[in-house]
Structure formats: structure tokens, C-alpha cells
């Protein structure tokens, strides 16, 4: 056996297998000997039907498997030992001028191109900057969210006239051209969130609205063309919501009012539990402070994205770009031309993500251990209960929940990447400059 390597750039490289008799033979003819083992066949007793009849049966499909076995444990083991990190998978090369018989004796030459990691070194340092921004809870936002906490302790009424927060409870029918009923056409009846309506002008026209009365809707205007706002309203799937042209008669079944609960003892009681909060002093301190926790969140989302794009952006090096094409459309053969090009950018960007991140394990001796992936898993199950039901699961049941999740192959890669990125983003938040910017809550949401 020959097995060797031709460069042909920095990224592209082609490996060549040479195989001759004597490197196949052995494994093929243990493969027959073993399929004669337990092949039953009429005529032959079980465990007794001779190897010669099961090569001239089977041989040469025998011959392709062991030969297939072969170049895979010969490709992996060569790609280990030369230490080559190679990007995909190798894809054979194919070469229509080698015909061969498979007739046991012939010498085979199997070649593999492959695409290899570029070369790169990791260089940030506190000369590089990413800005970290400290969201202040303004007066709009703690009043928005204290009027949003109040209607969902509020009560509900039934006005005789809508007004511009409320809920018509309506049926809706598709319009032909003409104006009139579409017959067979889209019909939903549900609620319509008034202080969801974008547009000013038909927001305008759905107030003042009684029981009984019909208004033509342009829902497409309406929900300045969000597919997936109209597909609620209507009930149907988001592609239809996208290519949806006509206007509705809307036909009010019903206007429903959420009044907003008091600032009192009560609702105090039902929101943060009793005695917690006794005044509305305490009341807006409680509640800036849930505010100020999400918008951490908010901002160390960003503050992680900023950073994948600085660092994707500053590592700027080359991929075997027509390598991996080749590689994505040869695993995923459904795949069209035009989604592989329109989707090629971000998959490259994330490979180079990835190849940095691998980058700052290895050179850092970052470990990832199993004590790691376990609490991100269980922090993760505990977020999960904990939206169904107020009452926290026990540790112990956690636990075994836990270990349950992480059988599961998939879950447990998917915890252990996300335990990686995130000690890779640590790392490299303890080596850059975080600029620390102050920014209100309403100027962050339009960097968001």
C-alpha cells in the first residue's frame, strides 16, 4: 500500500491510496470465510456452505465493501498521523479513465481532494475593543411595563364603543376584487389586538367601533406586511400570510377591555407573593430591578454578537471555498445551486468562528468537563419547568432529568457547543478592551 499527499495550494491538497492484491485479499477473504459462517442458503446446512460458493455468489460485493473499509481506516488513520486538519469531509476524485475488473487481483488507485484549515494566529489583545453597553431603565419603558403588569392582573369588561388598547373579538372574511365575499375564500374569527395594528390610519379606523359593526381591512397594511402577525390574525400558515393580497370585512362579534388592577396591597400580593412589596415605592424599585436583569440579558446577547462579528471580521484569512461547496452540495444533495450561494457566506462565517474558537481551547488549555456540560443542561431543564409551572422542581429530580436529557447524543453535543462557545466568549472578554457605554433602553432597542 502507497498512500500519499500533492499539495495544491495552501487549502487544497489531493490523497492518493495505492492498493495492490496483497493489501485487500487478507480482509476479503476473512469476510467471505465469515459470511459462509452464517449465510443460510438451500441445499447447505446451516454454518456449512463452502467460502468458493459465497465468492462466486457474492464476491465482488464483497470485494467493494472490505475495499470501501479499507480506504476509510487508511484515510483516517493517514489523516491523523500527518496531523492534517481538514475541513468537510475528503470527496473521492473521480477519474473516468480507470476502468478496473474487481476480479480479486487488480491494483487500485483511489484519489481524495481535501480541503485543509488555514494557518492563523490568535493575536487580541487590550488593543482591541468591543463596546459593552449598560441599558438605564427610563420612564416610558417602567411605565410600560407596569401598565402591562396591571391589565394582566386586570379585569375584563365589555365597553359598547373600542377604544385604541382594546380587543375586538371578530370575524373575518376574504374580499373578492369587487368588494364582495370571496367565495370559498379565507374565513377566521378571533381576537384582534388593537395595540398591535402598525399602521396609524387603519388603527384609526377600528376605533370607535361597535357590536354589529363591519369595516373593510387591509391586513397587509395593517401589519406592515409581518407574515407571521397576519398568519395569527387569520389563522393560517406564514406563506400564505406573505402572498396575501386581498382585503377582509371584518365584522365586530365583540369588544373586550382588560382594566388595569389597582396599586394595591392585593395586587402586590398576587405578583411578588405576600408582604413582599407593601407600597408603590417598592413596587417600581422591585420592578426596575426585573427590568435592569432583563436588559443585562439583552445587552450580553449583543455584547456576545458584537464580539463573534469583531472576531470574525479581524480573522479575516481564506477558506477552500470551491472545496467546501463541492463538500455541502455532495452531503446535502437537495440542495439548490441558488440556496447553496445564498447561504454560503454564513456557513463560512461560523466555520471561521469555529476554527478560532478551537484555536483558543487548544493554545489555552481551556477544558470543557463533564461537570460543566451537566450544569448547563440542568440550569437549562430548570428554565424550561420553570415556565409551566411556578412550584421549582426538587434537586434530586432535576438531576435525574438532567442526566436523562444528556443520553440523548444530540442534546448532549448540542450543551457541550454551547459550553464551549460560551468559555470561548470569556476568554476572549478577559483579553479585549470592553468599552463601557451607558444607553437608554429605547436607543438600544434600535441597535438591537
Known amino acids: 500500500m502507497n498512500i500519499s499527499q ?21 480482509r476479503v477473504e476473512k469476510a467471505i470465510k465469515e459470511q459462509a459462517k452464517k449465510a443460510k442458503i438451500p441445499g447447505f446446512r446451516p454454518g456449512m456452505v463452502p467460502p468458493a460458493h459465497i465468492k462466486r455468489m457474492y464476491g465482488k460485493s464483497i470485494l467493494v465493501d472490505e475495499i470501501n473499509n479499507l480506504l476509510s481506516d487508511t484515510l483516517n488513520n493517514y489523516l491523523n498521523e500527518q496531523q492534517l486538519e481538514v475541513l468537510g469531509q475528503p470527496l473521492p476524485k473521480m477519474d473516468d479513465e480507470k476502468e478496473y475488473n474487481w476480479d480479486f487481483a487488480d491494483n487500485f488507485e483511489f484519489n481524495y481532494e481535501v480541503g485543509l484549515a488555514p494557518e492563523f494566529a ?9 463596546t459593552q453597553y449598560e441599558i438605564k431603565v427610563d420612564d416610558q419603558t417602567l411605565a410600560d411595563r407596569t401598565k402591562n403588569l396591571r391589565k394582566s392582573y386586570g379585569k375584563m369588561s365589555n365597553p359598547d364603543v373600542s377604544a385604541e388598547d382594546d380587543v375586538l373579538y371578530a370575524e373575518l372574511k376574504q374580499l373578492s376584487p369587487d368588494g364582495s365575499v370571496f367565495e370559498g375564500g379565507i374565513e377566521h374569527t378571533g381576537s384582534i389586538r388593537l395595540d398591535q395594528v402598525q399602521d396609524a390610519k ?46 377582509f370585512s371584518l365584522t365586530v362579534k365583540n369588544v373586550n377591555r382588560l382594566e388595569e388592577a389597582d396599586l394595591n396591597q392585593e395586587f402586590f400580593d398576587k405578583l411578588f407573593g405576600e408582604g413582599v412589596v407593601t407600597t408603590e415605592e417598592d413596587f417600581k424599585a422591585k420592578v426596575t430591578g426585573e427590568i435592569e436583569m432583563m436588559m ?34 455532495a452531503t446535502n444533495e437537495k440542495i439548490s445551486e441558488e440556496e447553496l450561494e445564498g447561504g454560503y457566506a454564513d456557513f463560512a462565517k461560523n466555520l471561521k468562528w469555529t476554527l478560532v ?60 457547543d454551547e459550553v464551549k462557545g460560551a468559555k470561548v466568549i470569556d476568554h476572549i472578554k478577559s483579553v479585549i478592551t470592553l468599552d463601557k457605554k451607558e444607553i437608554a433602553n429605547a436607543d438600544f432597542a434600535k441597535l438591537a
Request: no cysteine; hydrophobic share 35%; aromatic share 8%.
Open 296 to 329: 443585562a440579558q439583552d445587552s450580553e446577547r449583543k455584547l456576545q454578537n458584537d464580539i463573534y462579528n469583531y472576531v470574525v471580521n479581524k480573522f479575516n484569512f481564506e477558506l477552500p471555498d470551491e472545496f467546501l461547496k463541492r463538500w455541502l452540495k
Open 202 to 247: 387603519v388603527k384609526k379606523s377600528l376605533v370607535g367601533l361597535k357590536k354589529g359593526d363591519n369595516v373593510t381591512l387591509d391586513v397587509q397594511k395593517a401589519y406592515n406586511n409581518d407574515a407571521a402577525r397576519i398568519a395569527a390574525v387569520l389563522g393560517i400558515d406564514e406563506e400564505t400570510a406573505a402572498a396575501l393580497k386581498s382585503n
Open 6 to 26: 500533492e499539495k495544491k495550494d495552501s487549502l487544497n491538497a489531493v490523497i492518493k491510496i495505492n492498493l495492490d492484491p496483497a493489501d485487500y485479499q487478507p
Open 122 to 130: 490568535i493575536d487580541l489583545s487590550s488593543k482591541d475593543k468591543v
Open 357 to 416: 474558537g478551537n484555536k483558543i481551547i487548544s493554545e489555552n488549555k481551556i477544558e470543557i468537563k463533564y461537570e460543566d456540560v451537566f450544569q448547563a443542561a440542568k440550569a437549562r431543564l430548570d428554565a424550561q419547568f420553570r415556565m409551566y409551572s411556578p412550584q421549582p422542581l426538587g434537586e434530586e429530580q432535576l438531576g435525574q432529568y438532567t442526566v436523562q436529557f444528556l443520553q440523548n447524543k444530540e442534546n448532549a453535543n448540542r450543551i457541550f
